[in-house]
């Protein structure tokens, strides 16, 4: 069964700091990887998708992407109080049509 | 916001009875998808459609059926709906086109089942 895993957290960071989320998946074939952030009560929102191996930045998110370990990271820089969410690690399968995969999450805490 | 509508938002039902959440897109997607989340678990699959009246299970079907009559609606039936199907369940669309693999969303459904 393909898998995605993620520590739950909770992950405290004081504002200003670094954040790193961490994502391990099993299914090697995978070509497609995402980050979702959730408010509590709200649904996920997409923040980066990477599809390479190497990084890619967006503002303060920066997406790593290591294929050969099978593992994406989300780092957060600047950290705000606002960025206080849970934190979703999606994977789509290497088959045509097949949905996301999605780890249970992890929760960041952003104190001021 | 991605054109993604879900009816109802907050339903409460009795064990037993059937019940359908609506999944209404303005984006022409070809993929529509049928989540739940539930604490501890995450989100979890529960079907999904890859075009009119193309429709296959996932993870957590069971007690659940699908149709997709319109490229635009994608319906969700309880066919009798019991206390483990409490949840939030959560309608997604992928367009899967140039190589664009991503989800977006809907504002989810909140169900209670008493």
């Known amino acids: 069964q393909k898998e995605v895993e993620q520590n739950s957290g909770p992950l405290s960071v004081p504002e200003g700091a670094i954040a790193s989320l961490n994502c391990t998946y099993s299914?090697?074939?995978?070509?497609?990887f995402f980050w979702y952030r959730q408010y509590s009560g709200k649904s996920p929102e997409l923040i980066m998708s990477?599809?390479?191996?190497g990084d890619k930045e967006d503002g303060r998110f920066t997406a790593q992407l290591n294929k050969a370990s099978q593992y994406v990271s989300l780092l957060i820089r600047d950290s705000q109080p606002s960025d206080s969410a849970t934190y979703l690690c999606a994977v789509r399968p290497n088959q045509a049509g097949t949905a996301l995969i999605f780890g249970k999450g992890t929760t960041l805490s952003v104190s001021s | 916001d991605a054109g993604i509508t879900q009816s109802p938002r907050h339903k409460v039902t009795e064990t037993g009875t059937p019940v359908t959440l609506r999944c209404h897109q303005t984006?022409?997607?070809?993929?529509m998808y049928w989540y739940r989340q539930d604490p501890g678990h995450g989100l979890r699959l529960i079907h999904y459609?890859?075009?009119?009246?193309?429709?296959d299970k996932g993870e957590v079907s069971d007690g659940y059926s699908v149709s997709r009559s319109k490229t635009e609606d994608f319906l969700l039936t309880l066919e009798s709906a019991t206390s483990s199907q409490t949840s939030v369940y959560f309608c997604a669309i992928s367009d899967e086109s140039r190589g664009r693999t991503e989800a977006f969303f809907g504002q989810g459904t909140r169900l209670t089942v008493v």
């Open positions: 984006e022409n997607h070809r993929y």
């Open positions: 299914d090697r074939g995978s070509q497609s």
């Open positions: 459609s890859y075009g009119v009246k193309d429709t």
């Open positions: 990477i599809y390479s191996n």
